[in-house]
Nanobody, 124 residues
Framework: QVQLVESGGGLVQTGDSLRLSCTAS????????MAWFRQTPENERELVAT????????YYEDFAKGRFTISRDNARNLLDLQMNNIISEDTGVYLC?????????????????WGLGTQVTVSS
């Protein structure tokens, strides 16, 4: 059993920065890969970035490269997403995901625990 709760969303303008956080609880010792996904009114759920348990190996979708940074602190059970140079297309619900299995971490189906999401709204 793992519980994930996101925070940090809000209303921002293009060019702003925002930091999202995800707090994990429960059997956090079982968590392997973690990731941020987002869901927008226009698109289906899509991967933003994923990070391995060691906190070193990461993967970013093209739209996030150079703008977003994913990080984790296993001792504090935290997963963060630093969002810089925000654009209108970043609007959406950002969801924290975790897997307790050994996976590649690039696909939503690989994650067996999810938060409810935090809303990011970008005005231009």
């Amino acid at each position: 059993q793992v519980q994930l709760v996101e925070s940090g969303g809000g209303l921002v303008q293009t060019g702003d920065s925002l930091r999202l956080s995800c707090t994990a609880s429960g059997r956090t010792d079982k968590i392997d890969a973690m990731a941020w996904f987002r869901q927008t009114p226009e698109n289906e759920r899509e991967l933003v970035a994923t990070i391995a348990r060691n906190g070193i190996s990461t993967y970013y979708e093209d739209f996030a490269k150079g703008r977003f940074t994913i990080s984790r602190d296993n001792a504090r059970n935290l997963l963060d997403l630093q969002m810089n140079n925000i654009i209108s297309e970043d609007t959406g619900v950002y969801l924290c995901a975790a897997s307790t299995r050994v996976v590649l971490g690039l696909y939503a189906a690989e994650y067996n625990y999810w938060g409810l999401g935090t809303q990011v709204t970008v005005s231009s």
